[in-house]
């Protein structure tokens, strides 16, 4: 007997789209690119071995960061297979300064934005440690011809997508319409993405808490008891928990948004304001993790409804299972 083939991320998305009778099919056919520049930077993730993707380009990005060959890779090719789709008013990159204009030879007047971390965890590219690509769609609300810093500095709360793409023992999509969360796995021998993971929930309460335990005497007080709160021995409630810390966000996110548990990533001496970005990383995957039914806050403020100041704002993030976030929430509260 064939083997049966499963939903296609391509059939998911033409019936998503039904469920909008006014849609015109541009998001569906920018939905379709992200994917086809997701297989490319795929590709090359499983090949990194075996050709010049591994090591260092020698250039640091706008965050102060040494930029990884495959890095570099993975921004190019996500710009080059979205910006002549006519589908986007702009794009912004994690490693990119400024916003990323559609230039003129391509068609105009796009009414979506694309935000993107092109290979988050790429300090562990070299060791073979999972990494993803991280992406987050909102509608253009300006009226200028062209894509504005406004139409970029929206709350999660409007984003119309977000994803991510992880790269690791497979390759798999996570995806959220804002109607809840699916998984697609990449079937290298077909070429196509199959629904793996349909309605993802995330549990209540996990049994894992991931933290940089590295930057511990660093932290304020508040974010030292809630870490605390997880190690501390209790067994009406499940504790201790289990640590599990990858040091590759999407891999840590994505292990705890199946199993349940906690990412924190407080801030610290070093990044007052925390570390990680909230339009590339944070916001995008709050609202996947909401719609799985966990949650995700700041400095005991959702992610959700941060108003961004700037494209590279940064924010400590407290993400995972719902009930573990909300003690987060209690301890930061705290004086």
């Not at 501390?232 to 590759?248: E, F, H, L, M, Q």
């Not at 944070?282 to 941060?306: R, T, V, Y």
Request: glycine content about 10%.
């Amino acid at each position: 007997m064939p083997e049966r083939l499963g939903i296609t991320i391509t059939k998911h998305i033409a019936a998503s789209q039904r469920n909008f009778p006014e849609a015109s099919g541009d998001f569906s056919g920018l939905m379709t690119e992200m994917i086809v520049a997701g297989k490319v930077i795929h590709r090359a993730v499983t090949k990194a071995g075996l050709v010049d993707v591994i090591g260092k380009t020698g250039s640091m990005n706008v965050q102060g960061e040494e930029v990884a060959k495959l890095d570099d890779f993975a921004n190019l090719t996500l710009i080059q297979k979205m910006d002549h789709t006519g589908y986007l008013c702009g794009m912004a990159s994690e490693e990119m300064e400024d916003l990323i204009e559609i230039d003129d030879k391509h068609p105009q007047g796009g009414k979506y934005t694309l935000a993107f971390d092109p290979l988050d965890g790429s300090s562990n590219i070299d060791a073979n440690v999972s990494i993803g690509t991280i992406f987050s769609i909102h509608r253009k609300i300006s009226d200028a011809p062209k894509g504005i810093v406004d139409d970029f500095l929206q709350v999660g709360r409007k984003q119309v997508a977000a994803g991510y793409i992880i790269y690791g023992s497979a390759t798999m999509l996570v995806l959220t319409f804002g109607n809840g969360v699916h998984g697609f796995t990449l079937d290298p021998s077909i070429g196509e993405f199959l629904l793996s993971h349909p309605n993802i929930k995330t549990p209540p309460r996990g049994k894992i808490y991931s933290v940089n335990e590295g930057n511990a005497a660093k932290w304020d007080e508040r974010a030292t008891r809630a870490v605390e709160y997880f190690k501390t021995d209790d067994k009406a409630t499940g504790r201790p928990y289990s640590t599990r810390y990858i040091g590759s966000l999407v891999a840590d996110f994505h292990r705890n948004l199946l199993y349940g548990g906690i990412f924190m990533y407080p801030a610290d001496k070093s990044n007052p304001n925390g570390k990680l970005r909230l339009l590339y990383e944070a916001s995008p995957l709050a609202f996947i993790c909401e719609q799985a039914g966990g949650a995700a806050i700041s400095n005991g403020e959702d992610i959700l409804d941060i108003q961004p100041t700037s494209l590279h704002q940064r924010v400590p993030l407290y993400i995972g299972s719902k009930d573990d976030v909300e003690i987060c929430r209690d301890f930061l509260a705290r004086k």
